[in-house]
């Protein structure tokens, strides 16, 4: 098991992740930041307003950045006004 620290960057700041979490494999520590992604874009989109800037940055336990998800890369947004 690995242990990865999901931080939360919203543009201006990072909320970084003090505990982090453990995974199997690589890929399913990107399924997890997708999960997280995906979640934090439907709670979004509940209060009315979508916000795609934000990524989650993903750093191993030594401190290294491993993985980083653009919110804009988590979902597919079609149709809209035009």
Do not use: K, Q
């Amino acid at each position: 098991m690995a242990h990865y620290f999901f931080h939360f960057r919203d543009g201006r700041s990072l909320l970084r992740d003090g505990e982090g979490r453990d995974f199997a494999s690589v890929a399913r520590m990107r399924m997890a930041a997708l999960a997280d992604a995906r979640s934090m874009i439907a709670d979004d989109a509940l209060h009315g307003n979508v916000h795609l800037e934000p990524s989650i940055e993903v750093e191993d336990a030594g401190g290294a950045p491993v993985y980083s998800l653009a919110f804009a890369d988590a979902v597919t947004v079609t149709g809209g006004r035009g």
